[in-house]
């Protein structure tokens, strides 16, 4: 079974729209967070959250909101799309946030905005 | 300011050659080093870190990484190389601010060759 789900696993929206990324992990972990692999830059940090309250925000637009409703919950809401959000988002988690404990990867969403 | 690179887009060899992936990072304190493989279509799963300790760092699938604080390396090695070892690897660096964020390399593309 998998243990970081992701949802939707393709998206399609057209520029100026909302969506919302899902994601859910089943580790026991403390801690979450989402990443960003477009083809023109390398995998980017975008937020780490720990207990529900975000630790780290390295995302330069407020388009880009983390919601998180449950402890093991970390959802993406991405306002005013454009063409350039178009990428695969990752969502990761690792027990904490502090130290170097291993952070696993979920399957990722693939947004494409038109 | 933190940074990774892995100079080389994609590398090419014959299975059964030994393999080594570059990675050289920049960074004013002690690093801690990651190494991730992303398969095709699949998400990013970890292969092996470095915190301290043993410049050498065994991990899974047969890997294992060399810490060079003299040059700022942290090359990944295997011998010998399997076909299914073709992959994409990233090399990736903690960020200073404690909360994981992870400064990933721009990633390696492998093909080995049956």
């Known amino acids: 079974d998998p243990k970081i789900i992701q949802k939707p696993k393709y998206l399609v929206a057209v520029t100026g729209s909302e969506k919302i990324l899902i994601c859910e992990q089943y580790?026991?972990?403390?801690?979450m967070y989402w990443y960003r692999q477009s083809a023109k830059k390398p995998l980017e940090f975008m937020f780490s959250?720990?207990?529900?309250?975000?630790?780290d925000n390295q995302t330069a637009s407020s388009r880009f909101q983390p919601q998180s409703s449950k402890k093991n919950h970390l959802d993406l809401q991405i306002t005013a799309l454009k063409p350039d959000d178009s990428a695969t988002y990752f969502c990761?988690?690792?027990?904490?946030?502090?130290?170097?404990?291993?952070?696993?990867f979920g399957p990722g969403t693939r947004l494409l905005v038109l | 300011a933190q940074s990774v690179d892995q100079p080389d887009a994609h590398v090419t060899l014959y299975e059964g050659a030994s393999l080594e992936l570059r990675c050289s990072y920049s960074?004013?304190?002690?690093?801690?080093l990651f190494w991730y493989v992303q398969y095709p279509g699949q998400s990013l799963q970890f292969l092996l870190k470095?915190?301290?300790?043993?410049?050498v760092v065994k991990g899974t699938k047969g890997f294992e990484a060399e810490f060079r604080k003299s040059n700022s390396s942290f090359n990944l090695k295997k011998s010998p190389a399997h076909w299914s070892d073709s992959a994409k690897y990233f090399c990736?660096?903690?960020?200073?601010?404690?909360?994981?964020?992870?400064?990933f390399g721009k990633g390696t593309s492998l093909t080995v060759i049956p």
């Open positions: 990736a660096l903690e960020g200073p601010t404690g909360y994981q964020n992870f400064y």
């Open positions: 959250y720990s207990y529900q309250k975000l630790m």
């Open positions: 960074y004013s304190a002690a690093p801690y």
């Open positions: 580790l026991g972990h403390n801690a």
């Open positions: 470095y915190i301290t300790g043993d410049a």
């Open positions: 990761a988690s690792s027990q904490d946030h502090w130290g170097v404990d291993t952070q696993y």
